[in-house]
T-cell receptor, first 113, second 111 residues
Framework: DTAVSQTPKYLVTQMGNDKSIKCEQN?????MYWYKQDSKKFLKIMFS???????INETVPNRFSPKSPDKAHLNLHINSLELGDSAVYFC????????????FGQGTRLTVV | EDQVTQSPEALRLQEGESSSLNCSYT??????LFWYRQDPGKGPEFLFT???AGEEKEKERLKATLTKKESFLHITAPKPEDSATYLC????????????FGTGTRLTVIP
């Protein structure tokens, strides 16, 4: 039973394309996140949702749009992909927004060519 | 601005050779400090949360400690399966409640 699952695991696409990454958690958590890990392994928060509502939106280009259809899902849609978007994207969830650990998915390695 | 610095960047140990990883942080009020382990091609796996200076947590060969400026992850008699990247993250009292990560220490334990 995978707690936080992301699809796809690998995504190779051309510049200018639009793509989506899906995330689902079966932990019953209220809060979900998207993180980006660059080539130097630095993990940076992109978005945070609590009960389907956006609570954190770091400095991320508006080509990135998260969508939470319900508490268990947080998808990431990316428009007009650029070379610099190549990275590993991690979805995570936690029981609440503070004083709690986050549980991460396996990551989606996005390569823009 | 919140900042997390981990050292060393990489560490090679012989099996059984104990050592410590360092996480120095600057944050406008610490809500919690988190340690994660990340294996290649996988997502970070939660290890510990520390909330106040003087707190310690242990799990098998790992022990995490916290002061007002830094945290240490002590590894006692490591085994090859302890090889991974260890990430430290802080959550601040004010502002956004997300985790702010360091760049990690890549640990290799040689048999």
């Amino acid at each position: 039973d995978t707690a936080v699952s992301q699809t796809p695991k690998y995504l190779v696409t051309q510049m200018g394309n639009d793509k989506s990454i899906k995330c689902e958690q079966n932990l019953g958590h209220d809060t979900m996140y998207w993180y980006k890990q660059d080539s130097k392994k630095f993990l940076k928060i992109m978005f945070s949702y609590n009960n389907k509502e956006l609570i954190i939106n770091e400095t991320v280009p508006n080509r990135f749009s998260p969508k939470s259809p319900d508490k268990a899902h947080l998808n990431l849609h990316i428009n007009s992909l650029e070379l610099g978007d190549s990275a590993v994207y991690f979805c995570a969830s936690s029981p609440r927004t503070v004083n709690t650990e986050a549980f991460f998915g396996q990551g989606t390695r996005l390569t823009v060519v | 601005e919140d900042q997390v610095t981990q050292s060393p960047e990489a560490l090679r140990l012989q099996e059984g050779e104990s050592s410590s990883l360092n996480c120095s942080y600057t944050v406008s009020g610490l809500r919690g400090l988190f340690w994660y382990r990340q294996d290649p091609g996988k997502g970070p796996e939660f290890l510990f949360t520390l909330y106040s200076a003087g707190e310690e947590k242990e799990k098998e060969r790992l022990k995490a400690t916290l002061t007002k400026k830094e945290s240490f992850l002590h590894i006692t008699a490591p085994k090859p399966e302890d090889s991974a990247t260890y990430l430290c993250a802080v959550q601040a009292l004010t502002g956004a409640n997300n985790l702010f990560f360091g760049t990690g220490t890549r640990l290799t334990v040689i048999p």
